[in-house]
Every structure is written in C-alpha cells, then in structure tokens.
C-alpha cells in the first residue's frame, strides 16, 4: 500500500508541473495572437502571472500587463483556474511525498 501511495504521488507531482508548463504555454501563445507586444516571453509570462494571481491588480504599474490580466482574465476564466489548482498541488504534493517517504522510513520500516 506503501508503494501504491508513493506512485500515486509522484504522478500527481508530476502531471501538476505538466499542467503549469502547458496552461502557461497555452495562455502566453493566445496573448502572443491578442497583441504583437507579447512576444517576449517574459512580458506574457509576468501578465499570465499576474492574470493567475488571487484578487485584484490595482497595484500592478505595468498598464500593458494590467490590460493583457484583464483580457485573459475575461477570456480565459477556466485555464487560469486550472492554473491555480496546479500551482496549488505542485506546492502540496512535495511536502506530502516527503512526509510518506518519512513515515516509510521511520514507522514502516520499508525503506
């Protein structure tokens, strides 16, 4: 059971870190198409981040990456949530692979 646990979490990881790459890939291609100004990867890499991030961007001084937040924000709803939910789990799962690979070690014994 150990062993299904471990696997199990590891794919998880791991189909997490997949889903970021191609939801951020798939948003910074469609802002490359909404404006030629997007180009640069890392000027639609920081709107995408900023698109994705919770609440809002008043604060933001950048005005083309505060117009292209509100335009994948308005178009986009459903990538960006699963955006966030992906962020979420490639945060969580690590700890909880290393607290498994702990109790394994320390409780179980079978490592």
Do not use: C
């Not at 970021?20 to 802002?31: D, E, F, G, H, K």
């Not at 981040?49 to 001084?61: H, M, Q, T, V």
Request: glycine content about 6%; proline content about 4%; cysteine-free.
């Amino acid at each position: 059971m150990f062993w299904i646990l471990l696997g199990g979490l590891a794919f998880g990881f791991a189909l997490a870190v997949q889903m970021r790459m191609m939801i951020a890939l798939v948003l910074r291609r469609a802002l490359k198409a909404w404006n030629a100004a997007f180009e640069d990867r890392s000027k639609a890499n920081a709107a995408v981040i900023l698109a994705a991030a919770p609440g809002d961007f008043a604060d933001e001084l950048d005005a083309d990456a505060k117009a292209a937040a509100a335009h994948l924000r308005s178009t986009y709803p459903n990538p960006l949530a699963h955006l966030r939910t992906a962020r979420r789990y490639s945060l969580i799962l690590p700890v909880l692979l290393l607290v498994l690979l702990a109790i394994g070690r320390v409780v179980l014994g079978v490592i």
